[in-house]
């Protein structure tokens, strides 16, 4: 069987686990009442959502945990189809994915209902958990420091590696997190984000790494099953700091995260939106630079419908992925 053919196959398989397994995970979330608190500033279109099942990260976490763990299991008995570096982006996945369940449990029955985790202690978590993957992808699995389009060769960033990296795992994490707000939005952007590394991957003989990329994105379409508008499933912190973290990850795996300026715009402009607005409403003393703060937001407010700005915010992501390719290709 041919990588590509593989890979797809892989993707399908993940696919149909996530499907089947999505309604019995629903029936669990709305069992114990574990649904979305729409916070009081946002968008009064947003009540609606209120009560929805959330933390469904579980939804896709789970099947790629399984299936890239039968993968690796299959090696003991002889059959190459998948490699250790993968356990270091799947080890990822669910640290982040656990923290950002703690976020969303917080939120929903802790003492801070409706606000989750404080910022500083999740954002130390974010931090210590980035600095240990940053040393074990430069000192264990010994990956490329760097690479930027039109230049061949590696470029070297010592010691430096270490934080740039974590900087690069902490922000893009954030980065999803402020994405997922919209019917559908942090699903599509991300699963066309790993599609494109997926590509990356293939392309630079990282086939193992290709797989998982894919298992992810099978998984994120069966989460999108459940996902799509009007959602009956929410991902929380629980999917969305996995997704952004594992992302970084892997491109950092690739020597192209570089790209992630360039493949996942649509995130960037999200924590760009962010910052900006708090630079802005604090050097300007009360005053809003958008309307609301992450930009999807600013656009519905100024009249685009939901799904508009989830096709919208698609299309220019999918464009981006694919020069970012082929950028990977110069």
């Not at 669910?94 to 999740?122: H, N, Q």
């Not at 790993?194 to 797989?211: E, M, N, P, R, T």
């Not at 991902?235 to 192209?256: E, F, K, N, P, R």
């Amino acid at each position: 069987m041919s990588h590509s053919a593989l890979v797809l196959g892989l993707a399908m398989f993940s696919f149909v686990m996530t499907v089947i397994w999505g309604m019995p995970l629903l029936r669990m979330l709305r069992h114990f009442k574990i649904g979305k608190i729409i916070r009081v500033e946002e968008p009064d279109q947003h009540r609606i959502k209120m009560g929805t099942p959330t933390m469904g990260g579980v939804l896709f976490i789970l099947p790629v945990l399984l299936l890239t763990g039968l993968l690796n299991a299959a090696a003991l008995i002889g059959l190459d189809v998948t490699g250790r570096s993968v356990l270091i982006p799947l080890i990822v996945m669910v640290s982040f994915g656990v923290l950002g369940a703690l976020d969303d449990w917080e939120g929903i029955r802790g003492k801070r209902r409706g606000d989750g985790m404080r910022i500083r202690t999740k954002f130390l978590a974010q931090i210590v958990l980035a600095v240990g993957t940053a040393v074990v992808l430069k000192y264990m699995l010994l990956v490329p420091d760097m690479f930027l389009p039109g230049y061949r060769h590696e470029i070297e960033l010592g010691w430096w590696y270490i934080p740039i990296a974590a900087f690069v795992i902490v922000s893009e994490s954030n980065a999803v997190n402020f994405t997922d707000g919209l019917d559908g939005l942090a699903g599509l952007i991300s699963a066309t984000a790993f599609a494109a590394f997926g590509g990356v991957a293939l392309i630079s003989g990282q086939v193992y790494l290709a797989q998982f990329c894919f298992i992810i994105v099978g998984a994120l379409f069966g989460f999108l099953w459940f996902n799509a508008h009007p959602a009956a499933l929410i991902m929380g912190d629980t999917g969305s700091m996995a997704l952004g973290s594992t992302l970084a990850v892997v491109a950092l795996m690739t020597g192209q995260w570089p790209l992630l300026l360039v493949i996942a715009v649509i995130p960037l402009s999200e924590a760009l939106s962010v910052s900006i607005q708090i630079a802005y409403f604090r050097l300007t003393r009360g005053k809003r630079f958008f309307k609301m703060a992450p930009i999807h937001l600013h656009f519905e407010l100024l009249g685009w419908s939901e799904t508009q700005i989830v096709q919208r915010f698609w299309l220019i992501g999918l464009l981006a992925a694919m020069i970012g390719m082929g950028l990977a290709l110069v």
